[in-house]
Nanobody, 113 residues
């Protein structure tokens, strides 16, 4: 059974940084494309970033240049380094593994002064 567990969220001031982690289990982590998505208040879930099995990265326009996705297959973990955070980045962040509707439970990130 696929399990994904996010951590690292919290409250940060505008311009600050956070690093989210997502640990996967129950599947061959290294064989899956991993991605991050978010739900901003009152909006639908949206794509944020993805990293494929060859470590190639792709970002949504609003976060490009500020967020960095990476993966450590030895630790079955995907990361999202978020720098220069803005209030509009406030959302619940979810990680996802390819191959089905494999989602984590989500973690809150709040950017506010």
């Amino acid at each position: 059974q696929v399990q994904l567990t996010e951590s690292g969220g919290g409250l940060v001031q505008p311009g600050g940084s956070l690093r989210l982690s997502c640990v996967g289990s129950g599947f061959t982590f290294s064989a899956r494309l991993m991605s991050w998505h978010r739900e901003r208040p009152g909006e639908e879930r949206e794509f944020v970033a993805r990293v494929n099995t060859r470590q190639e990265q792709y970002y949504a326009s609003p976060v490009k240049g500020r967020f960095t996705i990476s993966r450590d297959n030895d630790k079955n973990t995907v990361y999202l380094q978020m720098d220069d955070l803005k209030p509009e980045d406030t959302a619940i962040y979810f990680c996802k593994a390819s191959g089905g509707e494999n989602w984590g439970q989500g973690i809150q990130v709040t950017v506010s002064s």
